[in-house]
Antibody, heavy 124, light 113 residues
């Protein structure tokens, strides 16, 4: 079935780095945009990054621009989020989700499905 | 960036009642490139990831019960749950996807009495 599974969450010190991975299966990965969304404890959803099917189009929220890097490996059906210069307000569950595709419809940039999330805690 | 707001922040209703949640955007979500409103609704239950309910403002995702319906255009949108069931207790989010960053609304918590 169509699914995405995140991994890599951990406890990290402020100023540290971490790389999250997201493994996709059950759909033609290289034809879909992929995104990362996070949710701080008890808070709402924050869209943070989005990558095009070929990895050329990339978008970031202002809150992570210059610190986080999204990338993908279409041969391995993986998408990554490299997080640098981590701060306390980066503490959150990080979700990976499938985005849009021309296979579905042009500009169909909603998210479905979502993974179960991976917890990143930034604390000294 | 497009700002998305929702109201109310929370609501408590009884089984069988109708729930109405509104979502407003700071810019029109209607795009002439496809003549559609680029708005999605999600449901999130405790300890679970969000689940897609509707997209293009009013198209229900496969498998979503027909008591869930989305409507609206431009900057004003509504999610309606026609007859509340116990399992509808959740937080509901809208999301615009007309222009990145594809921002989410702050969420509306729905409790069932």
């Amino acid at each position: 079935q169509v699914q995405v599974v995140e991994s890599g969450g951990a406890l990290v010190r402020p100023g540290g780095s971490l790389r999250l991975s997201c493994a996709a299966s059950g759909f033609p990965f290289s034809d879909y945009y992929m995104g990362w969304i996070r949710q701080a404890p008890g808070k709402g959803l924050e869209w943070i990054s989005y990558i095009g099917d070929r990895g050329v189009r990339i978008y970031y929220a202002d809150s992570v621009k210059g610190r986080f890097i999204i990338s993908r490996d279409n041969a391995k059906n993986l998408v990554y989020l490299q997080m640098n210069s981590l701060r306390g307000d980066d503490t959150a569950v990080y979700y990976c989700a499938r985005g849009g595709s021309l296979l579905r419809e042009a500009f169909s940039d909603w998210f479905d499905p979502w993974g179960q999330g991976t917890l990143v805690t930034v604390s000294s | 960036d497009i700002v998305v707001t929702q109201s109310p922040d929370s609501l408590t209703l009884s089984l069988g009642e109708r729930a109405t949640i509104t979502c407003k955007s700071s810019q029109s979500l209607f795009h002439s490139r496809n003549n559609k409103n680029h708005l999605a609704w999600y449901q999130q239950k405790p300890g679970q990831p969000p689940k897609l309910l509707t997209y293009w403002a009013s198209t229900r995702e496969s498998g979503v019960p027909d008591r869930f319906s989305g409507s609206g255009s431009g900057t004003d949108f509504t999610l309606t749950i026609s007859s509340l069931q116990a399992e509808d207790a959740a937080v509901y989010y809208c999301q615009q996807y007309v222009d990145p960053p594809f921002t989410f609304g702050p969420g509306t918590r729905l409790e069932i009495k």
